[in-house]
């Protein structure tokens, strides 16, 4: 029962394993985990939905504008940018 519990009440983790499975795939145990924790938590599934459908309209943005992003970002911005990263 202690096993049930922390799948149920952690939906910090629960959110950021279901974007990262975007990028990696989740062993079976965390997507087992996400799986069970997304069929109680309507806050979490919403949440999933919602991203899912944030990165298909942005994808079709994107798709429409062709290969060239309509802004430039200047060097020192990205260095600044990778210093506050740090």
Same mark, same amino acid.
Do not use: T, W
């Given at each position: 029962?202690?096993? @049930?519990?922390?799948?149920?009440?952690?939906?910090?983790?629960?959110?950021?394993? +279901?974007?990262?499975?975007?990028?990696?795939?989740?062993?079976?145990?965390?997507? @087992?985990?996400? +799986?069970?924790?997304?069929?109680? %938590?309507? %806050? %979490? $599934?919403?949440?999933?939905? &919602?991203?899912?459908?944030?990165?298909? $309209? @942005?994808?079709?943005?994107?798709?429409?504008?062709?290969?060239?992003?309509?802004?430039k970002v200047s060097d020192d911005?990205?260095?600044?940018?990778? &210093?506050? @990263?740090?």
């Open positions: 029962m202690k096993y @049930l519990h922390k799948i149920l009440n952690n939906c910090d983790e629960v959110s950021l394993l +279901a974007l990262r499975s975007k990028e990696e795939p989740l062993s079976y145990i965390k997507r @087992l985990e996400v +799986a069970i924790h997304l069929y109680y %938590c309507r %806050c %979490c $599934s919403n949440f999933v939905k &919602q991203s899912k459908l944030m990165d298909k $309209s @942005l994808g079709n943005y994107f798709n429409k504008m062709g290969d060239k992003p309509p802004f911005f990205k260095k600044m940018l990778k &210093q506050n @990263l740090k």
